[in-house]
């Protein structure tokens, strides 16, 4: 975990996370879900927001995207810096966005989320791969906390899961989409949706023994 002493360095990838406050659930329903999704797109850029979602990939972006997951009470973001103090600015405009709307919405004051986003530098390229599945494969722990050293669930049914869970950007990949995500800023792990599977299903096995 960073506490962000140093600069965050162009080109180089980020895990970055952050939960509610007091762990409290952070999205509620569908819309606070695609609210927050919307926001990874329209805070992406160094103007105060895009003008219109669907000329996003018309503007100069600050940073890339390779992998997102909402969770009930957190989120996970795989982020690359495209500007000087891209990642800052971008996370700044997205909590404090999301923060003004859901407090508006559910009526409350103070501080959403729990302090500062926390980043840690993905260097290897061994915990690079691990990070893209670890981001798709984090809703299972609504179908079982312990699905990992559990064998509750068949393969099937947890793959099923996953391609049903609809705040993630596993759909982006399932469907060779490009959305949020920009894949051509990440290393060509899965240059297909098959590859793509085989990867996330390879963690069920393991999960059966």
């Known amino acids: 975990m960073s506490n962000r002493l140093h600069a965050f360095i162009n080109n180089e990838i ?9 762990k409290q659930v952070i999205y509620q ?18 103007k105060r927001v895009a003008s219109r979602v669907n000329k996003v990939k018309d503007i100069e972006n600050i940073v890339d995207i390779g992998a997102y997951c909402l969770m009930p009470n957190h989120f996970h973001i795989m982020i690359k810096q495209q500007k000087d103090d891209g990642i800052i600015l971008f996370m700044r405009k997205v909590s404090t966005a999301y923060a003004m709307y859901y407090n508006k919405k559910y009526k409350r004051t103070g501080g ?7 980043s840690k530098h993905i260097g290897e390229d061994r915990y690079l791969k691990y990070l893209f ?23 099937i049914d947890m793959f099923k899961f996953l391609t049903l869970y609809m705040h993630s950007s596993f759909g982006e990949y399932y469907r060779n989409e490009e959305i949020v995500i920009n894949k051509k800023a990440f290393p060509d792990y899965f240059p297909t949706t098959s590859s793509f599977i085989k990867e996330l299903v390879s963690w069920f096995s393991l999960g059966e023994k």
């Open 14 to 22: 980020y895990h970055i996370y952050n939960r509610g406050n007091s």
């Open 29 to 46: 329903d569908a819309q606070d879900h695609e609210y927050f999704i919307n926001l990874l797109l329209v805070m992406n850029t160094e």
């Open 112 to 118: 959403l989320f729990e302090g500062r986003f926390k």
């Open 133 to 155: 599945s670890y981001i798709h494969l984090n809703p299972l722990k609504l179908l079982d906390e312990n699905w990992k050293t559990k064998a509750r669930y068949p393969s």
